[in-house]
């Protein structure tokens, strides 16, 4: 199976500050990789896809980059609804599997 | 507006067994994949299985720590989706979420899940 490995996996950032998180995959993956964002007691939320292509809907504040073993995921000027847990997940290769997850939190 | 349903949870002693369901609207739901993700409490996100389409005969996938035990089915004139869970474990209790695959092979749409328990 591969791995995704998310550093850090907790993060306190201000309003406004831009962050990013990294994503790091046990072996390559191209670019099927996606973000996620999850507030407590809700379902996740799909971000961004293909590594850099942003859902529909989905505000240019979050961008996507990498390819093969390596990605992040940057929030910039942060806001309240921002605070959440983010996870990376991997398609290139059954079984799909997700990142640990951060967990963002309000400093 | 694409909507995922899912129902079905609740308590259920080990070695029982229990079937989810969900139900999609506002979208085509012959022409997607589906997949299933758990989410135990106070942990991350785990990958249960796939469904594809007619067009790729209903094959499926699944995670091996459910290869056996758990069989995912489809009713496209229903609009369904099913999770047939059996011989469960005190490890499968979880949120089990319904999820469209998009087109991107992304998972696009989210239901709000459905907690199952299982405990003696």
């Known amino acids: 199976d591969i791995q995704m490995t998310q550093s850090p996996s907790s993060l306190s950032a201000s309003v406004g500050d831009r962050v990013t998180i990294t994503c790091r995959a046990s072996?390559?993956?191209?670019?099927?990789l996606a973000w996620f964002q999850q507030k407590p007691g809700k379902a996740p939320k799909s971000l961004i896809y293909?590594?850099?292509s942003l859902q529909s809907g989905v505000p240019s504040k979050f961008s996507g980059s990498g390819s093969g073993t390596d990605f992040t995921l940057t929030i910039s000027s942060l806001q309240p609804e921002d605070f959440a847990t983010y996870y990376c997940q991997q398609y290139k290769i059954y079984p799909i599997t997700f990142g640990q997850g951060t967990r963002l939190e309000i400093k | 507006e694409v909507q995922v349903v899912e129902s079905g949870g609740g308590l259920v002693q080990p070695g029982g067994s229990l079937r989810l369901s969900c139900a999609a609207s506002?979208?085509?739901?012959?022409?997607?994949?589906m997949d299933w993700v758990r989410q135990a409490p106070g942990k991350g996100l785990e990958w249960v299985g796939r469904?594809?389409?007619?067009?790729?005969?209903?094959?499926?996938e699944y995670a091996a720590s459910v290869k056996g035990r758990f069989t995912i089915s489809r009713d496209d004139s229903k609009n369904s989706l099913y999770l047939q869970m059996n011989s469960l474990k005190t490890e499968d209790t979880a949120v089990y979420y319904c999820?469209?695959?998009?087109?991107?092979?992304?998972?696009?749409?989210w239901g709000q899940g459905t907690l199952v328990t299982v405990s003696s």
């Open positions: 469904i594809r389409k007619k067009a790729n005969s209903y094959t499926t």
């Open positions: 072996q390559g993956i191209n670019n099927n």
């Open positions: 999820v469209r695959v998009g087109s991107k092979c992304d998972l696009d749409h």
């Open positions: 293909a590594a850099s």
């Open positions: 506002g979208f085509t739901f012959s022409d997607h994949y």
